[in-house]
Structures are given as C-alpha cells and as structure tokens.
C-alpha cells in the first residue's frame, strides 16, 4: 500500500515539486523530484527526475499553471503521472503565515483569502505559492491542499523578541514584528536532537544553525521557539548568499539621500546583491572557497564576516536559553561546510563546546544525523541534514486523514 503525498513550493519564477511515498521510508530521498524554472522566459525549463529516469524539455513556459499541467504530462509520461500514483495530499510550502497562521491547516477559501491578505508581508513569495495553491487544485480538484507555514513555528516567540522597538501604534497597524523564515526546517531538525543526544524533548534547549543560500539561526527551549534570527522578512540577521542579514536602516536612508537610489533599487541591492556576493562576486560556498584558496582577500573577508555574525547570534542566544545542550548545523553550508562549522565553533571550550576534528570532518563517511562535538563536550554539537519536504508531506497526508 503506497501513501503518494505531493509537496509543492513555488517560487516566483519557479515550481520546484516532490513525490514522496510515506509508506516506504522516505528519508532515503523522493520517488521523485521535478523542476518548472525560467517561466515567461524565451527558453523554459522542466525537468524530472526518478530513481531511473531523467526527462527535460527546454520550450518556453507562458505561466506557472501551463508549467505545472505539462510537468504532470510528463510524468504521466514515465507512467508516474498523478491519476498513475493516486495521490493523496498535496502540502504547499507557504513563506508568510502572519499572525494568522501557527500550524498547517488544510485549504479552503478562507485559507486562501487569508493567505491573499498576507501580500504585502511577502510580496514575492506569497502570491506565487497561492498560484500554485489555484493551479494544483484545478489538476487535482479532488486531492486534499495543505498549507505549510515557513513562520508557524515562530508564531510562539515572546513580545520580547518578536516586537520591534518602533512606535506601537505604527507596528500594529501594518503588523510589523519578527514572523521569522525557515520554519519548517527548524522544527524537523530540532525534533530530531532530543532523540540524538538522548535527552527528554521537554528538557532541551537548544541552538538550530539553517546555513543554505538563505540562512538563519534559532533559540529553542524544550520545543518551542524562543527567539530567531530572520525578522519582518527574511532579509535579517545573518549573511547570506546575497542578502545583507542585519543592517543599520540608516543605510537606507543614506543611499536614498546621498547615491539617490530609489526603494526599489535598495531592495535588490540588500536581497540580490549583498551578502556573499556583494563582498566578493559569488554566493556559492564551493566558489566562494576556491577563491579563499587562490588568496582572494575579498573572498577571505567574506567568510570573516559571515563567520562572526554566526557567533555573534550563537553567543546571545546562549545567553538567552541561560543553559544550553546542543547547537546543530543543517541546510547546505551547515551540512557540508567543515570549515564553517570549525571556525563559528572555535575557542568555545570555556562555554563547554569541543569539536572533534575528525568527526567534524566526517572521516568515518556517516550518512544522516551525527554528532561532531567530542565526547567530554558539555554542549553537544550535530549535523541534522533538514528535509522540508518530508516535514510538508508528514503535516499533509496527516491533516489529509483527518479530513
Ligand atoms: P540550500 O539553500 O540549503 O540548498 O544551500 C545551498 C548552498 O549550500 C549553496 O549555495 C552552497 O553555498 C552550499 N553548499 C552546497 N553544497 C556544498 C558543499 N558540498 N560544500 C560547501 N557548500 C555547499
């Protein structure tokens, strides 16, 4: 008996899709993934892929809606169309819940005029995933639609770290507070540590470190975010592949009165074009390391920099949880950066965190989860791969069969 759940994330120019069969165990990877990129381009791209085969077509796609049909067309193709699996959720990776949302709830109109609502929050991001909510419920009318929030897990945070120090009036009427991003992937993570280090879930606190291209940084107590380094939006906090993290706001206010840019254009120079890239021409880590290797400066800094905001988050929130169990590095860089994690580590043995060497350099070739702190480390520190998508496909088919 197979339990076929789709899990979809849309993006504003692109569709990216999985198929996971939650029967099978499916941390072993998707049945199958697929790809809808450069829609409303000359050229477009799908692409999908199962465990043996491939099959791209490059024409040009007008709308995410024909993206999507013709990505089911070929998968039906291979033979593992939708009607082919019967699938039984669907759960779409939605960027901004508000205050609306604190858990995935299944979709309605209620729940999609909520998720409208939340536009100006997400400008980007939310209208694409509720055209992919429209689309995926024309092709599949009779499938149950779940919601999944990258915010609901920060819905618990205190006053104390999720409201800004800004006029109260001004921040309540256009809901300006700390909603926080990456969600999905902090609480899987999280939920695996407990088990890890073998400490009850309710007694853990502990720091969860997302590192990909976005990036961010979270404080949890026994299972409840406290405290999370992405704000209003996630350009906050720490640096990332091309976004600033943390900057003073009179940055905006100098370039708008001295370089006379418009909002427009800081907008894409703080998301687009800062962060890794903006201080040394590449966002990717494997790049970025090549040039720290050819004895770029620019490149060398770069990593200085991301470095000490790294341990300048892991340091208040150490503070902030007063007693700590374990720090864990997920995501792209997290998982596969030995340097990153090294050097954001480094000289910590006062606060009792000790990393092995060769258990950080993963000499033994461990796949999956493993701790990387040295047995007498009182603060243990981990590897978590993150898996969004099995966390999206568990929260659909769950609320699917409750319905
Ligand atoms: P994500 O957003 O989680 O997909 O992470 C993407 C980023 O992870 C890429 O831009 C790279 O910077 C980084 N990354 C992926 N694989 C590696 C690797 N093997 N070594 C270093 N960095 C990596």
Redesign the pocket.
Known sequence: MTKYVLVLNSGSSSIKFQVLDLAEDPQEGPFLSGLVEQIGESRGHIKIITENNTIEDRRPILSHSVGLERAFGMMSLLGVGPQDLDICAVGHRVVQGGSLFNEPVLIDDDVKEKIGSLIPLAPLHNPANLDGIENAQSLLPDVPQVAVFDTAFFHSLPEAASRYALDREVADQYHIRRYGAHGTSHKYVSELVPGLIGKDPAEVNQITLHL???ASASAIQGGKAIDTSMGLTPLAGLVM?TRTGDIDPSVIFHLTREAHMTIDEIDTLFNRRSGLKGLCGV????L??ELINEGEQDAQDAYDIYVHRLRQYVGSYMLELGRLDAITFT???GE??VGIRRDSMANLENFGIRIDDALNNNEAGVEGPRIISTDDSAVKVLVVPTNEELAIARFALALSEQD
């Open positions: 990909g291209n976005g592949g966002n990717d880590f494997r970025l390391q995501a792209g860089v596969n950066h």
